[in-house]
């Protein structure tokens, strides 16, 4: 059974720092391109960031640039999201999530980041 699981949210007042991480289990996780997707309640989902199965390239969409930072430990299967200079437009509850090669998508339980003074 595939399970992600985030964690690592929390309150952080603006300018502030957090780092996620999320536990993966039940798939090949060293096989796959890894993503990291947030959403607001009552929004659609918005894509963050992916790492492809190495490690060794990354990208973010324009609103994290320079800010995030997406790094994966395929030895110990885990995720990891580093959030600098946080603003409030960052609240959301953040999710790791990937694509099988069937195409199916997966997305595992999220942690919330409220940005707030």
């Known amino acids: 059974e595939v399970q992600l699981q985030a964690s690592g949210g929390g309150l952080v007042q603006p300018g502030g720092s957090l780092r996620l991480s999320c536990a993966a289990s039940?798939?090949?996780?060293?096989?796959?391109?890894m993503s990291w997707v947030r959403q607001v309640p009552g929004k659609e989902p918005e894509w963050v960031s992916y790492?492809?199965?190495?490690?060794?390239?990354?990208s973010y969409t324009d609103s994290v640039k320079g800010r995030f930072t997406f790094s994966r430990d395929n030895a110990k299967n885990m995720l990891y999201l580093q959030m600098n200079s946080l603003k409030p437009e960052d609240t959301a509850v953040y999710y790791c999530?990937?694509?099988?090669?069937?195409?199916?998508?997966?997305r595992g339980q999220g942690t919330l980041v409220t940005v707030s003074s």
């Open positions: 999530a990937f694509r099988d090669k069937t195409g199916r998508d997966y």
């Open positions: 039940g798939f090949t996780f060293s096989s796959y391109v």
């Open positions: 790492i492809n199965s190495g490690g060794d390239y990354t």
